[in-house]
């Protein structure tokens, strides 16, 4: 069985020796955010997510959540529930809401690597409370004052949980397509009636109420994206002063049986006349969920990044435990009938680029964090339009990169333990199959590479880009005469300027095909992503040096960093040539003739 010990060490350097947190979070005005207090919730977090969620990870995978057809409730697997309480108790569902509305008011940046933690634990469980930020977050910006008095406060209490219902049967990435439909009521409400699928946290026995935030047309929408409102719709009916009245029209018609994370509930939910309540203006429903969508983003980003490193975990114990073979080089422990498998090239391979992937993109999920805390509370409007631009171009990275990489490194974390990381018993293939839906759902990966150049770059006309490249000249002119990190230095400005070629030369092509930005956006997203790695890299050794951690320590970043230059960031070169080969030899071949 899988075992998961918090990385608090990396963790606290990515938060306060990289990023300079505690500065931040001063200047940015959060007076309960000391350092004594940050530590205390870092190792609560750690308490927490080791010793409840983790063993609660195998149950939620073998017994799964079980659907009873007749009553239409959903049961999640033993222990789940008792977790959540645990969970709300712990004070920890409102850890980075608003006061005002019960919450605690600590930075994002601070409910991150909690996050992190959770998803590494039991990505799973994880699922439940996720959902509910999401809302809570639509109905910070976009509810009217009754209902963030009725739904927010008791979303961020933890007494209830929510959920983002938008895809139907025939409608996923293409929202335009969707039929749900709402009717305006005399009383203000609307009736909502339409089939949703996928929804996770649709119906469990976690809360008495659920709070579903839905995607429907009104009776006079136009056509396509433009005709999507948003609505709230409860399980439970509740009226404008926060009283619940019956079961509404909303009854979940099955469960999905999946590949992975089984202790999710994935909801078909029927609407039948369910009374619903509008949030924001008419037919501006997609810009309202987008506001959930992009934290949701960043969150998921963070699933990818905690599978990544529970399973390199796991990974590297066994590699020190397993006795195969002798090193090439001469026996390491010839007291021993065989040398542990650490010692050998290829096994080393796969665990330091979980290493460096992991390490590395701590700190690209951690950095969007703290934009999102820059953007909310900084008081210099052009520091807040700076930070805006730059999350936005950096979300669909963080989303798409750090869930591709973990399913990358939960596949390599896997391929250490052999036949044994196959079969059930040590949880490796489970962290492989949960891994997987994290490139797929919040925007696939291949959306995400769309969002990035289509519309943060050819859109925005590349502002975030032009931000991203302002810090890493600065980085490289910082570090001109720092020898720590002088051979970092050259390489990170090469592959910076080549980012800022090819996206020229993307933009060129595009103007005589549009084809060409969808060619383009795959590999300049993994092109954008390694870049941007490579300058967390750059900055964590040179933050390493100058800190108070130990030899090994700083070690340990300069060889991980040696080893992303040498070995990772190479794979810039496959996507540059993907890029600069244009659309042509995707789009030459007709449809009808792949099978010919
Ligand atoms: C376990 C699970 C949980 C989920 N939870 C939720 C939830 O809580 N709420 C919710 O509303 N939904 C949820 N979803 C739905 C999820 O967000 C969608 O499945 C996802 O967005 C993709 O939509 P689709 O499955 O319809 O695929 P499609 O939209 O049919 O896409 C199929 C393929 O075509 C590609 N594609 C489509 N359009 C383009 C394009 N223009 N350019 C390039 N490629 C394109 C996609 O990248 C994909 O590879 C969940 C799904 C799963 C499996």
């Known amino acids: 069985m899988s075992t998961y010990k918090a990385p608090l060490a990396d963790m606290r350097f990515a938060l306060y020796d990289v990023l300079g ?39 939620g995978d073998e017994v799964g959540c079980s659907y009873d057809k007749a009553s239409g409730d959903v049961t999640t697997p033993p222990g789940f529930k008792q977790a959540y309480t645990q969970y709300v108790d712990g004070g920890w569902a409102g850890l980075v809401s608003p006061v005002e509305f019960g919450g605690q008011g600590l930075p994002h940046a601070i409910g991150v690597p909690l996050k992190e933690m959770i998803d590494a634990a039991n990505l799973a469980w994880g699922n439940f409370p996720l959902l509910s930020h999401g809302a809570t977050e639509a109905l910070l910006h976009h509810g009217d004052a009754w209902q963030q008095e009725v739904f927010l406060k008791r979303l961020v209490s933890g007494e209830w949980t929510g959920t983002m219902c938008l895809t139907e ?17 005399d009383d203000g409400s609307h009736t909502i009636s339409g089939t949703k699928i996928f929804i996770t946290a649709g119906e469990h026995d976690f809360t008495d109420n659920i709070v579903h935030l839905v995607l429907a047309r009104l009776p006079d929408a136009p056509a396509g994206s433009k005709g999507i409102s948003m609505f709230i719709v409860p399980k439970q009916r509740v009226d404008r002063d926060g009283n619940v009245g019956a079961r509404n029209g909303v009854r979940c018609g099955a469960i999905e049986h999946k590949m992975g994370i089984h202790g999710s509930a994935t909801c078909v939910l029927n609407l039948d006349d369910a009374q619903g309540w509008l949030i ?27 599978l990544s490193d529970c399973a390199y975990q796991n990974a590297l114990a066994y ?18 009938p065989a ?40 008081p210099d409007a052009e520091e807040r339009a700076q930070a805006d631009v730059l999350l936005g171009f950096l979300t669909p990275i963080i989303k798409a990169c750090l869930t591709e990489w973990g399913v990358e490194c939960t596949y390599h974390a896997l391929q250490c333990f052999g036949g044994h990381g196959y079969i059930h018993e040590h949880g490796m293939e489970q ?41 890493i000249e600065q980085f490289c002119v910082d570090h001109a005469g720092n020898a720590a990190v002088a051979e970092f230095v050259a390489p990170l400005r090469e592959t910076a300027a080549l980012w800022q070629q090819i996206t020229l030369q993307v933009g060129k092509q595009a103007m005589a095909n549009a084809d060409e930005i969808g ?55 496959t996507h540059a040539a993907a890029i600069a080969s244009g659309a042509g030899t995707l789009m030459a071949l007709d449809g009808d003739r792949f099978d010919a």
């Not at 997510?49 to 983790?54: D, H, K, M, P, Y």
């Not at 891994?435 to 769309?450: H, K, M, N, S, V």
Request: with cysteine; hydrophobic share 45%.
């Open 169 to 185: 049967s025939h409608c996923g990435t293409d929202l335009g397509l969707l039929k749900t439909k709402a009717v305006p009521q």
């Open 339 to 378: 040398d542990p498998i650490i010692v050998h090239p290829d096994v080393r391979r796969m665990l330091l680029t979980c290493k460096a992937l992991t390490e590395g993109g701590r700190l690209l999920g951690y950095h969007g964090a703290s934009l999102v805390d820059v953007v909310a509370h900084t």
């Open 280 to 306: 924001g203006e008419p037919h501006k429903g997609l810009a309202a969920m987008f506001t959930m969508m992009n934290t949701a983003r960043l969150a998921v980003g963070l699933q990818g990044l905690g």
């Open 519 to 573: 060619a383009a956006a795959y590999d300049y997203l993994f092109y954008s992503g390694y870049v941007a790695l490579a300058y967390w890299w750059a900055r964590s050794v040179a933050a390493a040096e100058t800190s108070a951690h130990s030899e090994a320590f700083k070690a340990a970043k300069r060889e991980t960093a040696r080893f992303y230059f040498a070995r990772i960031l190479p794979r810039t070169m």
């Open 431 to 471: 962290f492989a199959r949960d891994a997987r839906i994290t490139t797929l759902y919040e925007g696939t990966t291949g959306i995400q590479a769309l969002d990035l150049m289509g519309r943060k770059i050819v859109q925005q006309q590349g502002a975030g880009l032009r931000v991203f490249l302002g810090m």
């Open 319 to 336: 590699s020190r435990d397993r006795l195969q073979m002798r090193s090439l080089s001469g026996a390491k422990f010839p007291d021993k």
């Open 21 to 59: 947190a505690q500065a931040l979070f001063e200047r940015l005005g959060f007076a309960d955010a000391s350092r004594d207090v940050l530590d205390a919730i870092l190792d609560e977090g750690a308490r927490f997510t080791e010793t409840v969620l983790a063993p609660l990870n195998r149950v």
